[in-house]
């Protein structure tokens, strides 16, 4: 279907260790969107991407997108007390540009100071 | 830059009870979303606006479920009669609706309902 799947649910990890979240489709996507929700708050965006194997940073956050364009991951390296909240990829809905999104369960990040 | 605004940030009401939800979204935005956010779940989208017409409620439970956008700039979501499964966060989100890609949508502090 339409859905995406993101892995794992939940992660427990030491400040300063890295964390990665993976995000998975079963079709190809036009693009993929990463949202950050602090615990208490509303989605945040974070990035987009659209081409085949691209990889785009953000001071500590490295996003990439698969060359098949089925999967992203969002990885952490030396996480901080900041980074705590849950992360979401979301894909566009069906195949033309109407804006809509389908999010995926989100990845939930505690980082143990 | 002033974000999506929503009222009320928290409501507590009875299963049956009605209630209603009001977004504003960013200024010059035309399009707008509202989705339901169950606790442990990413937002699911319920209805979708373009100006002051529907685009998309496939998703709205519309035997209890409306929405409008009167004058494509303020939205309210209403729900009459509540359930106890509607106990979530209702958040309101905005984007420009003029680019090609898929818009970056702006979200709201959200509505958190808690029906008993």
């Known amino acids: 279907g339409q859905q995406v799947m993101q892995i794992p649910q939940y992660q427990h990890v030491q400040e300063g260790e890295d964390f990665t979240t993976y995000c998975n489709s079963s079709?190809?996507?036009?693009?993929i969107q990463w949202y950050k929700q602090r615990p208490g708050g509303h989605p945040v965006f974070l990035i987009q991407?659209?081409?085949?194997?691209e990889v785009k940073k953000q001071k500590r956050l490295t996003f990439q997108f698969g060359e098949a364009k089925k999967n992203s991951s969002l990885h952490i390296t030396a996480t901080q007390t900041t980074d705590v909240g849950t992360y979401f990829c979301a894909r566009p809905l069906g195949s033309s540009n109407t804006g809509k999104l389908i999010f995926g369960q989100g990845t939930t990040l505690q980082v143990k100071p | 830059e002033a974000g999506v605004a929503q009222s009320p940030r928290y409501k507590i009401i009875e299963k049956r009870q009605s209630v209603a939800f009001w977004c504003n979204p960013i200024?010059?935005?035309?399009?707008l979303y509202w989705y339901q956010q169950i606790l442990g779940q990413g937002p699911k989208l319920l209805i979708q606006f373009q100006n002051n017409g529907v685009v998309d409620d496939s998703q709205l439970p519309k035997d209890r479920f409306s929405a409008e956008r009167l004058k494509g700039v303020d939205s309210t979501l209403k729900i009459q009669p509540a359930k106890l499964e509607d106990s979530a966060v209702y958040l309101c989100?905005?984007?420009?609706?003029?680019?090609?890609?898929?818009?970056?949508?702006?979200f709201g502090p959200g509505t958190r309902l808690t029906v008993l």
């Open positions: 991407l659209v081409k085949s194997g």
């Open positions: 079709t190809t996507l036009s693009n």
């Open positions: 200024s010059g935005h035309a399009t």
């Open positions: 989100a905005s984007s420009s609706g003029r680019g090609p890609r898929t818009d970056t949508q702006y």
